[in-house]
């Protein structure tokens, strides 16, 4: 007769199970989270004569226009913003610009569709870029401003150099105006908040793959966050939203983070 207890604990089922579970993770934030956009709703009041809705796109990271992009385009549809305002990393690579194009092409907003750069388009260079933009009726700002309406000005930063052109971005906007700053890396507000009353950004992806108790495997990699993860911020009477993005970089998976694109509705005071 055996006195033997059966084991309670085996370490080769402990990691055989772990693996299976690992794959089942990698799978859905492959092919489900990673396809699937959360639409988030915010409302401010803002010194306006009427409403204007904004949809925030940011790390749009296209490789080539497919189901995101697809998706984008039918929040366009349903929510029918006055302005479209992407904050960076459209790219994944030199061939993202095709589909970048495409996308742009498609994007319809009464008050235009305005872009800025992030680190990705100035990592890779391509010298038809501004023809690009033109050629799709969307609107490039490098350290430029534009009066959208009555008195709101949009500011637009390329933060990818390392002296941000502030003052050329700046120059002849009105200082009793609502000042819309549009720059990828949101770890630029800390400093700067004072030039804006409402900044929109993204470069974090929110995280991208946030492990419970553990990382933010890909915020972890990323420089220009600082404690600007997601969601709302706010220094005195400057307010700043960063978005999770669209898109993906370093790895195709998002885990317990989707993609989001945010819809932001000025009121009148």
Not at 182 to 194: I, M, Q, S, V
Not at 229 to 252: A, D, H
């Amino acid at each position: 007769m055996s006195t033997n207890s059966p084991k309670l604990f085996s370490f080769k089922k402990t990691i055989k199970y772990f693996t299976i579970f690992l794959f089942i993770c990698v799978l859905y934030g492959h092919f489900i989270e990673r396809n699937w956009i959360e639409v988030t709703h915010h409302k401010l009041k803002a010194p306006l004569k009427k409403t204007l809705k904004i949809m925030h796109l940011t790390d749009l990271h296209i490789d080539e226009f497919g189901v995101r992009e697809e998706k984008v385009l039918s929040i366009m549809d349903i929510e029918k913003p006055d302005l479209i305002l992407i904050s960076g990393d459209s790219i994944q690579n030199t061939k993202s610009y095709v589909g970048l194009k495409e996308l742009l092409l498609k994007l319809k907003a009464p008050l235009g569709v305005w872009s800025v750069r992030g680190n990705w388009e100035n990592r890779i260079k391509n010298s038809n870029e501004i023809k690009l933009y033109q050629e799709t009726g969307a609107q490039l700002l490098i350290n430029e401003n534009r009066q959208l309406i009555d008195n709101v000005w949009l500011i637009g930063l390329d933060i990818g150099n390392r002296k941000p052109g502030i003052k050329d971005a700046q120059r002849g906007v009105p200082s009793n105006t609502f000042k819309i700053g549009l720059f990828h890396a949101p770890a630029f507000f800390e400093k700067n908040y004072k030039n804006f009353d409402l900044v929109l950004a993204g470069h974090s992806h929110g995280g991208q793959i946030r492990i419970p108790f553990l990382i933010d495997l890909v915020l972890d990699l990323k420089k220009g966050v600082g404690v600007f993860i997601e969601g709302w911020f706010q220094k005195e009477n400057s307010k700043m939203y960063v978005s999770r993005g669209v898109g993906t970089s370093t790895l195709p998976i998002r885990f317990l983070c989707r993609p989001e694109v945010a819809i932001i509705q000025l009121e009148p005071l």
